[in-house]
């Protein structure tokens, strides 16, 4: 892997853009604790079939490396479509359903202990 440029600093990350050894571009993300990016590289797997979340390609337990796909500006946000959060009947209660535009959902709770929504079945 070769570093090409840094692309950002943020608070807890330093952001790099690499070409892999194939020559395809990626992004390296290096965090000063790794739990950080065990963390992230544990949320993008869990998020990996949303087409709005970045891919992970590798990640490294040990440093919190997490090696992403090369995704560049385009489309913000804040103007991707929202998904609709309806009752679920095979989860009822606490349980809600994000349904996206093509019918597809997700289950949640509505909180998990730390206040963060938590991903509870497909």
């Known amino acids: 892997m070769e570093v090409a440029a840094a692309v950002a600093a943020g ?4 952001v790099f853009h ?13 965090t000063p604790e790794p739990e950080i990016g065990v963390a992230e590289a544990a ?8 087409p709005h979340v970045v891919s992970l390609i590798d990640s ?9 796909e090369a ?9 991707l479509p929202t998904p609709r959060r309806e009752a679920c009947p095979r989860s009822p209660g606490s ?19 730390g206040g963060e929504v938590v991903v509870v079945g497909p």
């Open 18 to 30: 690499v070409r892999r050894a194939d020559g395809s571009p990626a992004f390296l993300k290096l």
């Open 95 to 113: 349980a809600a359903c994000q349904v996206d535009d093509q019918g597809g959902h997700r289950h949640t709770e509505e909180e998990g202990p």
């Open 43 to 50: 949320a993008l797997r869990a998020w990996a079939d949303n």
């Open 71 to 79: 995704v560049e500006p385009g489309s913000r946000v804040d103007r």
């Open 60 to 68: 490294d337990r040990e440093s919190g490396a997490l090696l992403l």
């Open 11 to 14: 608070n807890t990350s330093r």
